[in-house]
């Protein structure tokens, strides 16, 4: 009969009796380290030091609801379109930066007083528990229970009002912002919205639009184009004369406006209906399309200039530019919109026509 070693019978092997795999067979034996000796907390020894340590808790409670009512500040009273100018970023939403500082501050709070709860004031005992089989025991399912219904006593939280009243406080309160995100900031369908975009004109204090031809700039120089700075190959970031310098609503517009544009030679162009209008509706070679996919408004940026097929970097919609921009992969369902363009007394390139259908995605029904 041979014999077998313990882990061939699954005998369970006494720590200080192993071996090291891949020593070559030779045990290596080793003594079982136990645990360092215990170092009660200056919370376990002194009641004034618990009380401090309660303060410390309490104030980094105390910072998650100062947190969430910036949230609230600025949610209700800070216009999103308010800009700030942040080093490395730019202009960006004032609105944005205390949102996700509160929301930070709100969260951070929480999560550091309770680590500081649970290392300061939470039982301090180590304990060694040996491996057994899966299922407890009834004994140490009782004590399991009990331990759990002792758990707010042992814990303190009982004992601590200040610091039960301001976690309260803090929990309580940082379920408004979740709230607010999940059922106020849902905003209107974008359906009408997406059909009028600042290439239709000027708009006046009574909201109307007055048909206006706007010159095509670059972004974010801010400069105007002409056809002969356009070469074969080329491709320009456009935004509509005068929206750089809008006070308000400037991003909400530019989301919409921004174009993307570029020269083929006239003979690329198919010769299909899309291909055909794509070439009437620019100017020598010169296209312009909308830079918001069709499929759920990421900017197209990448123009491949020897297939003239333009790609969204979200989802690998591509579009021929050759054929009025029509969808030849991806999830898109429609081509990108066309902004009919043309040049001024100066030769400055200028938009002829505004959009003729909404950019973006078509995931509402558009002709409603
Ligand atoms: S947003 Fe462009 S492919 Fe999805």
Known sequence: MSEHSPHETGTPVPLDQ??????GGIPERFANPGLPPHVPRASDLSEAAADRAEKQVAGLFTLSILGTLLF?????MVDVQTLTFVPGLGDVSLSNILLGLGLSLGLLGIGLGAVHWAKTLMPDEESVEMRHPMRSSDEAREE???TMAGGAESSQITRRPLMKATLGGALGLFSLPLLLQLVGSLGPLPKND???????GKKGEDGHWTAHKWRLVRDPENTPVKAEDVTIGSVFHILPEGLLDMEHHRL????????????LNPDDFQDTPGGRKARDWGYQGIVAYSKICTHVGCPVGLYEQTTH???CPCHQSTFD?????????????????QLKITVDD?????????FQEPVGPSFWERES
């Open 194 to 200: 997406l059909s009028v975009t600042y290439w239709n």
């Open 18 to 23: 192993g071996h090291v795999e891949g020593t």
């Open 144 to 146: 399991f229970v009990a």
């Open 346 to 354: 100066e030769g400055y390139l200028i938009a002829d026509q505004p």
């Open 309 to 311: 097929h333009l790609l």
């Open 252 to 263: 909400e517009e530019k989301g919409k406006a921004a174009v993307l544009l570029m020269r």
């Open 321 to 337: 530019v050759t054929d009025d921009c029509k969808v030849i992969f991806g999830p898109a369902k429609r081509p990108l919109p």
């Open 72 to 76: 609230l500040v600025a949610y209700f």
